[in-house]
């Protein structure tokens, strides 16, 4: 995997630096490849609620490409 392949998905409520390494093998990449793989969808989230079930976040990708961001273009705000 390249680094323009890594999407990261952060507790918006923590603050500083955080440590990394720790690694889980599971099933969520072959989930998140069929969720895409029509290009409609786009994951954008995961939920954690401290049980063992993740609820994944997704947007139509027609709204993703509205989005300023992607295109580059700095916010007037």
Sequence with gaps: MTKNNI???VDLEVTGNAKGG?????D???IIIRIEQDN????VGIV????????ILTK??????????LKGI????
Excluded: A, C, H, M
């Design 7 to 9: 999407r990261v998905f």
């Design 22 to 26: 720790l690694f889980v093998k599971n």
């Design 28 to 30: 969520l990449k072959d």
């Design 40 to 43: 409609t969808q786009r994951v």
């Design 48 to 55: 954690y609620d401290g049980t063992k079930n993740l609820e």
């Design 60 to 69: 139509p990708v027609e709204d993703l490409n509205k989005l300023d961001i």
């Design 74 to 77: 700095k916010s007037n705000d």
